[in-house]
């Protein structure tokens, strides 16, 4: 299947008529471009996804010209050999577009052709009530691969023992009798075709590279710039005995793959409560089964049956779909061990409504639909554990829970909390430290313009779409450095004085406070406990804004704002440095806004980027020692001018290890 190669002029006319952007403000396929090389590939179009049409249509690339959008039109002849599948998902589609005909193959004589099999230029529209919102450019340049019918051996393959040798010259090399990509080391590719991929060659091991020589090795120096100390601490060996022995799993037999009828998928629930809890021990109920409560995933996905840990707080939130919402067994009649022999715990559990639905529930639909009826739901579940020694004493549990109509589709987001507490401990806030702060805490904050003045400063943590009408937001942890942002909603005909001005209030929003906590175990009822005033820079004034007839311009916009912590250690404490804050500064940075129009300008709602940035910057609490005699004479001692130096090679032993205390790391001290 010779087809000629794509006209340049075609995909520069894509670019230039705005092809590749959305043509609407809340609907974009991500990515907009795709360069396919493969069967399939996949891309997700984002925004309101409802009652829209996605087709997929191709282009003549011999035309040189750009044919008008047309969307919702049935699939030509010229398409028949793809297939387009569309996945929802929330408040997003994933589509795939997929080569339905065979893999085009090559020769045995000919293992990797210079030119492609299969070249196309395929645009994926979306279309509502027959009107373009959005289009996907997909590139399809797909090369002979032989490696899809090898003609191999069905001969099993001895594998060396690899704690005496390497697994084979070319580890790369994968299949028998075929050439595999990017493998410049396979023999079975021509020299014609390993030039295709020669700037992409795989590199380390894998790629080949079997017995480098390591720079620890005494014939290393030999070849390049090495300190004085080198010969006497380099190693004497030979280059058969390479460190990457035993690189690949050691056994000459690979077990085969269990099938899926024989993969046991939940083991028994390790009791261990009738001795006492550990930190990190799940923790039992009566039926001998483990405690769950929802929680995220290091996938970022939320695992609805996730064991509850002993002394592990966390504090997640799950994004589920109405409609496939389904109510978990409750905990109030579930009876929890102790940590004793025959110890058990009832939970406390207290009901509350909801009185915000906005803030859980994303949707288009009125609440509570003539002729529907109401249901329940589940918003939020806090647990409170009170702990002593390693047993439990108590346990409260508040849930808060919404009306909603049975009919009603949308996404709702529920929160969920765990927390433990010791036994004698009261209701007061927990410290970020005692006295300095300890890194990934909340930074303590105070608004002394209100009533109930305990506060904290906050980023957002967009949801759904990312707008801000939706964003939550969740503290600043001391030492972490953060940016997040969300998207303002905004027509062509906005008011820019009212823009400013709200740009301004969200951005305001996120630092509700006054003072800050000089260190982390700040008293909230004294001021002059080591708190410091926030310093607060302005946003800048705005210019003259356009004149009326120049609808959707706005200059001057805040839309940035930066929030800079100066940090410092103070001592330590047992041998711990102990660290706390010397000021914070808030500042906004404007940017010009214009509408954004796709092939049309519409009027409909545009989007305002807005982000906040947190950076905490170290400062020395005290100035850096001077420099010695002898250190400014010998140079080779100095860290700063060498790539090893003695204070480096006997870092344990000198005073800059501050992973233990002196006093805990004094018997090992002996001990060498």
Same mark, same amino acid.
């Given at each position: 299947m010779?087809?000629?190669?794509?006209?340049?002029?075609?995909?520069?006319?894509?670019?230039?008529?705005?092809a590749?952007? #959305?043509?609407r403000?809340?609907?974009?396929?991500?990515?907009?471009?795709?360069?396919?090389?493969?069967?399939?590939?996949?891309?997700? %179009?984002?925004?309101?996804?409802? !009652?829209?049409?996605v087709?997929?249509?191709?282009?003549?690339?011999?035309?040189?010209?750009?044919?008008? $959008?047309?969307?919702?039109?049935?699939?030509?002849?010229?398409?028949?050999?793809?297939?387009?599948?569309?996945?929802?998902?929330?408040?997003?589609?994933?589509?795939?577009?997929?080569?339905?005909?065979?893999?085009?193959?090559?020769?045995?004589?000919?293992?990797? #052709?210079?030119?492609?099999?299969?070249?196309?230029?395929?645009?994926?529209?979306?279309?509502?009530?027959?009107?373009?919102?959005?289009?996907?450019?997909?590139?399809?340049?797909?090369?002979?691969?032989?490696?899809?019918?090898?003609?191999?051996?069905?001969?099993?393959?001895?594998?060396?023992?690899?704690?005496?040798?390497?697994?084979? #010259?070319?580890?790369?090399?994968?299949?028998?009798?075929?050439?595999?990509?990017?493998?410049?080391?396979?023999?079975?590719?021509?020299?014609?075709g390993?030039?295709?991929f020669?700037?992409?060659?795989?590199?380390?091991?894998?790629?080949? @590279?079997?017995?480098?020589?390591? @720079?620890?090795?005494?014939?290393?120096?030999?070849?390049?710039?090495?300190?004085?100390?080198?010969?006497?601490?380099?190693?004497?060996?030979?280059?058969?005995?390479?460190?990457?022995?035993?690189?690949?799993?050691?056994?000459?037999?690979?077990?085969r793959?269990?099938?899926?009828?024989?993969?046991?998928?939940?083991?028994?629930?390790?009791?261990?409560?009738?001795?006492?809890?550990?930190?990190?021990?799940?923790?039992?109920?009566? @039926?001998?089964?483990?405690?769950?409560? $929802?929680?995220?995933? %290091?996938?970022?996905?939320?695992?609805?049956?996730?064991?509850?840990?002993?002394?592990?707080?966390?504090?997640?939130?799950?994004?589920?779909?109405?409609?496939?919402?389904?109510?978990?067994?409750? *905990?109030?009649?579930?009876?929890?061990?102790?940590?004793?022999?025959?110890? *058990?715990?009832?939970?406390?559990?207290?009901?509350?409504?909801?009185?915000?639905?906005?803030?859980?529930?994303?949707?288009?639909?009125?609440?509570?639909?003539?002729?529907?009826?109401?249901?329940?739901?589940?918003?939020?579940?806090?647990?409170?554990?009170r702990?002593?020694?390693?047993?439990?004493?108590?346990?409260?549990?508040?849930?808060?829970?919404?009306?909603?109509?049975?009919?009603?589709?949308?996404t709702?987001?529920?929160?969920?909390?765990v927390?433990?507490?010791?036994y004698?401990?009261? !209701?007061?806030?927990?410290?970020?430290?005692?006295?300095?702060?300890?890194?990934?805490?909340?930074?303590?904050?105070?608004?002394?313009?209100?009533?109930?003045?305990?506060?904290?400063?906050?980023?957002?943590?967009?949801?759904?779409?990312?707008?801000? =009408?939706?964003?939550?937001?969740? +503290?600043?942890?001391?030492?972490?450095?953060?940016?997040?942002g969300?998207?303002?909603?905004?027509?062509?005909?906005?008011?820019?004085?009212?823009?400013?001005?709200?740009?301004?209030?969200?951005?305001?929003?996120?630092?509700?406070?006054?003072?800050?906590?000089?260190?982390?175990?700040?008293?909230?009822?004294?001021?002059?406990?080591?708190?410091?005033?926030? *310093?607060?820079?302005?946003?800048?004034?705005?210019?003259?804004?356009?004149?009326?007839?120049?609808?959707?311009?706005?200059l001057?916009?805040?839309?940035?704002?930066?929030?800079?912590? %100066? *940090?410092?250690?103070?001592?330590?404490?047992?041998?711990?440095?102990?660290?706390?804050?010397l000021?914070?500064? =808030?500042?906004?940075?404007?940017?010009n806004?214009?509408?954004?129009?796709?092939?049309?300008?519409?009027?409909?709602?545009?989007?305002?980027?807005l982000?906040?940035?947190?950076?905490?910057?170290?400062?020395?609490?005290q +100035?850096?020692?001077?420099?010695?005699?002898?250190?400014?004479?010998?140079?080779?001692?100095?860290?700063?001018?060498?790539e090893?130096?003695?204070?480096?090679? %006997?870092?344990?032993?000198?005073?800059?290890?501050?992973?233990?205390?002196?006093?805990?790391?004094?018997?090992?001290k002996?001990?060498?």
């Amino acid at each position: 299947m010779g087809f000629p190669p794509p006209s340049p002029l075609l995909l520069g006319l894509l670019v230039l008529q705005g092809a590749l952007r #959305p043509l609407r403000g809340d609907l974009v396929f991500v990515p907009s471009f795709i360069r396919m090389s493969g069967p399939a590939v996949s891309a997700t %179009l984002v925004g309101g996804t409802e !009652d829209v049409t996605v087709t997929l249509a191709a282009l003549q690339a011999e035309a040189g010209v750009l044919p008008g $959008p047309a969307c919702g039109l049935p699939p030509s002849n010229e398409t028949a050999a793809w297939s387009l599948a569309t996945t929802p998902a929330v408040n997003s589609l994933e589509v795939t577009v997929r080569w339905k005909g065979g893999p085009c193959s090559s020769s045995e004589t000919e293992p990797v #052709p210079e030119s492609p099999c299969l070249v196309q230029t395929l645009l994926v529209s979306a279309a509502h009530n027959a009107t373009c919102l959005a289009h996907l450019l997909i590139q399809v340049e797909i090369y002979a691969n032989s490696s899809l019918t090898p003609h191999a051996s069905e001969n099993a393959t001895v594998i060396p023992n690899q704690v005496y040798q390497p697994l084979g #010259p070319c580890p790369c090399n994968l299949t028998a009798g075929a050439c595999d990509i990017r493998c410049c080391c396979d023999q079975e590719c021509s020299a014609e075709g390993r030039e295709l991929f020669a700037q992409s060659c795989l590199g380390g091991v894998f790629g080949g @590279d079997v017995s480098p020589l390591f @720079d620890q090795l005494c014939s290393a120096g030999v070849a390049q710039q090495v300190p004085d100390w080198f010969p006497w601490l380099c190693v004497q060996s030979p280059l058969a005995n390479s460190p990457f022995l035993g690189y690949f799993y050691h056994g000459s037999v690979s077990q085969r793959p269990r099938a899926a009828s024989q993969v046991h998928l939940y083991a028994e629930p390790k009791d261990s409560s009738h001795f006492g809890y550990k930190q990190g021990d799940p923790i039992m109920t009566l @039926d001998k089964a483990y405690l769950t409560v $929802p929680q995220v995933s %290091l996938a970022g996905q939320c695992m609805q049956n996730a064991p509850v840990a002993f002394l592990q707080n966390f504090d997640v939130r799950c994004t589920t779909h109405l409609e496939a919402y389904q109510e978990r067994d409750g *905990i109030i009649n579930t009876k929890i061990r102790n940590g004793t022999v025959g110890g *058990i715990v009832t939970p406390k559990v207290t009901y509350e409504e909801a009185t915000d639905l906005g803030k859980y529930i994303s949707t288009t639909e009125t609440l509570l639909g003539n002729g529907s009826a109401p249901r329940n739901v589940t918003v939020e579940e806090h647990y409170v554990f009170r702990w002593n020694n390693n047993t439990i004493s108590e346990v409260n549990v508040r849930v808060i829970r919404a009306e909603v109509s049975a009919s009603w589709k949308g996404t709702m987001t529920q929160r969920f909390t765990v927390q433990f507490l010791s036994y004698n401990s009261g !209701d007061e806030k927990e410290y970020s430290g005692n006295p300095g702060y300890q890194l990934g805490r909340p930074v303590r904050a105070l608004n002394t313009d209100r009533l109930n003045n305990v506060t904290s400063l906050s980023v957002w943590q967009p949801a759904g779409r990312g707008l801000c =009408t939706s964003a939550t937001v969740r +503290p600043i942890l001391f030492g972490e450095d953060a940016s997040s942002g969300c998207l303002l909603e905004v027509g062509i005909r906005e008011n820019c004085t009212a823009l400013r001005e709200n740009a301004v209030e969200r951005l305001s929003s996120l630092i509700q406070a006054t003072h800050v906590a000089m260190r982390g175990n700040s008293d909230y009822s004294d001021l002059s406990d080591g708190w410091l005033e926030i *310093i607060r820079v302005d946003a800048p004034g705005a210019g003259a804004d356009p004149p009326t007839s120049a609808s959707g311009i706005c200059l001057d916009v805040p839309a940035q704002l930066s929030v800079r912590v %100066l *940090i410092a250690e103070a001592g330590a404490v047992q041998g711990l440095i102990q660290q706390e804050i010397l000021g914070v500064e =808030t500042r906004f940075s404007t940017v010009n806004w214009q509408y954004q129009c796709g092939l049309t300008c519409e009027d409909k709602a545009g989007l305002l980027p807005l982000g906040v940035s947190v950076r905490f910057i170290k400062i020395p609490a005290q +100035p850096p020692r001077p420099r010695t005699r002898f250190q400014i004479n010998f140079t080779e001692y100095d860290c700063t001018r060498n790539e090893v130096c003695w204070p480096q090679l %006997l870092y344990p032993l000198t005073r800059y290890y501050q992973a233990q205390p002196e006093c805990k790391f004094f018997s090992k001290k002996i001990c060498w």
